[in-house]
C-alpha cells in the first residue's frame, strides 16, 4: 500500500524558514517524480514545486528562489525547503507523486492528510 506521510509544518513569523518532509513507502521512490502541492482556504490547490526522477526540479512563479525541493532515495524522503516566508504560503502543504509528460507534472493516488504551514506574526 502507498502511503505518503508530510510533517514538519508549523507557525512562523514572515521571514522565517520551515523544512517539510514526505516520507513514503509502497512505491520504488527512487524512480518516482514527486511534487509539492499546496491548499489555502477557499483556494484550489496548487502545484509549488516537483522534481523528477532524475533530479530536475520546477517551481511556481510564486516560490522560485525562496522554496528549494529536493529529495533523499537512501531515505525514501522529498524535502522542501521553505525560506523567506510570507504569509501568502499560508497552506496545507500535500506531497504527491506523478507522471511526467514532457515538462508537465500529471499527479496520480490519493492525497495524504498534508501538513498545515502558517506564516504569521
Known amino acids: 500500500q502507498v502511503q505518503l506521510v508530510e510533517s514538519g509544518g508549523g507557525l512562523v513569523q514572515p521571514g522565517g524558514s520551515l523544512r517539510l518532509s514526505c516520507a513514503a513507502s509502497g512505491i520504488i521512490f527512487s524512480i518516482a517524480n514527486m511534487a509539492w502541492y499546496r491548499q489555502a482556504p477557499g483556494k484550489e490547490r496548487e502545484l509549488v514545486a516537483f522534481?523528477?526522477?532524475?533530479?530536475?526540479?520546477t517551481y511556481a512563479d510564486s516560490v522560485k528562489g525562496r522554496f528549494a525541493i529536493s529529495r533523499d532515495n537512501a531515505k525514501n524522503t522529498v524535502y522542501l525547503q521553505m525560506d523567506s516566508l510570507k504569509p501568502e504560503d499560508t497552506a496545507v502543504y500535500y506531497c504527491?507523486?506523478?507522471?511526467?509528460?514532457?515538462?508537465?507534472?500529471?499527479?496520480?493516488?490519493?492525497w495524504g492528510q498534508g501538513t498545515q504551514v502558517t506564516v504569521s506574526a
Open positions: 522534481i523528477t526522477s532524475s533530479g530536475s526540479t
Open positions: 504527491k507523486r506523478g507522471r511526467m509528460s514532457g515538462r508537465i507534472f500529471y499527479p496520480y493516488g490519493d
